[in-house]
C-alpha cells in the first residue's frame, strides 16, 4: 500500500535590514545556511546583485530605512506572514558634541532610531500573522557612553528604550522582540564612520576645530588601537532570539560585555575618569 509523502514545513521567513553590512551579512548566510527565506534588505541595485550570487533561497529587497514609502513599498513585497526581523542597518556617527553637525545627528537618530521604527511598524502585521520575532541590534554603548561616540551611544540608548516599551505593547499580540548589543566588532562600520566625519566636516567653525585638535587625534588613535572582535558570538546571539523557546530579552554580547558591567557599577567620577583614560584625553586635549 502507497503512502503519499508527507508534506514538509514551509521554510522559516525573516527580513534582514543592513544585509550588505558586517552583521547584517553575516546573519543573513547563517540563517540561510540553514534554510531560513531570507528577504535581504539592501539599499542599492548592486547590494542587491551581491547578495544574489549567494547560496541559500536569498530574496533582496531594495529598502531605504528613512524612506516610508521605499519601507511600505518593501512591506508589500514580502508580504507575509513573517517568522523574524532583524533591525540591523546602522551607522555611527563620531566627534565631540560641540563639533558633530546638525545634519549628521540628524542622520544618525534618522537610521538607528527612526528609520528602525518606521520598517518595525510596516512589517508588524507580517509578524503578528507569523507569530513571528523581532531582534533589535542595539550596542553596548547605551549602557556606558564613551566620549567621542555621543550620538552613536543616545541613539543606542534611544532604541534600548524603544525595544523595551515595543517588547511589552507586544507581549500579548504574540510577537516577542529582543535586544542584542555588541561590543566593537570586526565590521566595516567603523572605517565608515571616519570617512563620514571627515565628508560631514565640523560644527562651530575654525575656533571650535581647532579648541578639539589634540582631543580628536588623541580619541583617533585610541579608536584605531581598539581591539576588534569576530561577528559570531553576536550572530549566535541574534539566531537564539529568533529560535529559542525562551529568547531573552536583552544579550550583551562579546568579550566587551563584560567590561561594561564592571564599568556600570563603578561610582560615576571613577567612571568618568576611567573613559577619559581610554581615550587618552587629558586637560592638555583641550587647549589650543
Not at 551579512?25 to 540553514?34: D, M, Q, S
Not at 513585497?77 to 556617527?93: F, H, K, T, Y
Not at 544618525?108 to 523581532?134: E, H, I, K, Y
Request: aromatic share 4%; charged share 20%; proline share 6%.
Amino acid at each position: 500500500m502507497s503512502h503519499s509523502p508527507t508534506p514538509s514545513a514551509p521554510a522559516r521567513s525573516v527580513l534582514v535590514t543592513g544585509a550588505t553590512g558586517g552583521l547584517g551579512a553575516a546573519v543573513t548566510r547563517r540563517l540561510a545556511a540553514e534554510g531560513w527565506t531570507v528577504h535581504a534588505a539592501v539599499r542599492t541595485q548592486a547590494g542587491a546583485r551581491q547578495l544574489a550570487e549567494l547560496p541559500g533561497d536569498i530574496r533582496p529587497v531594495t529598502l531605504d530605512v528613512t524612506d516610508e514609502a521605499s519601507v511600505a513599498a518593501a512591506a508589500e513585497q514580502v508580504g507575509g506572514p513573517l517568522d523574524g526581523l532583524v533591525n540591523s542597518a546602522g551607522l555611527i556617527v563620531q566627534g565631540f558634541w560641540e563639533q558633530v553637525p546638525a545634519a549628521a545627528l540628524r542622520r544618525q537618530f534618522d537610521v538607528n532610531v527612526l528609520g528602525l521604527m518606521a520598517v518595525t511598524r510596516s512589517f508588524l502585521p507580517a509578524l503578528r500573522a507569523g507569530g513571528g520575532r523581532v531582534v533589535n541590534i542595539g550596542a553596548l554603548s547605551s549602557l556606558v557612553a564613551l566620549p567621542y561616540f555621543g550620538p552613536i551611544a543616545a541613539s543606542k540608548a534611544a532604541l534600548a528604550s524603544m525595544t523595551d516599551s515595543l517588547r511589552i505593547e507586544l507581549r500579548h499580540q504574540g510577537v516577542k522582540v529582543a535586544l542584542v548589543e555588541p561590543g566593537a566588532m570586526r565590521t566595516e562600520i567603523f572605517a565608515r564612520a571616519v570617512a563620514s566625519a571627515r565628508a560631514d566636516g565640523v560644527a562651530g567653525g575654525p575656533e571650535v576645530e581647532q579648541h578639539y585638535a589634540r582631543a580628536a587625534v588623541a580619541a583617533g588613535e585610541s579608536v584605531a588601537a581598539t581591539k576588534l572582535h569576530p561577528v559570531d558570538a553576536a550572530v549566535g546571539a541574534v539566531r537564539h532570539a529568533l529560535t529559542a523557546r525562551r529568547p531573552r530579552t536583552r544579550y550583551l554580547v562579546g568579550p566587551d560585555a563584560r567590561t561594561v558591567r564592571v564599568a556600570r557599577r563603578l561610582p560615576t567620577a571613577i567612571r568618568d575618569r576611567a573613559l577619559l583614560s581610554a581615550l587618552h584625553l587629558t586637560p592638555a586635549s583641550f587647549n589650543p
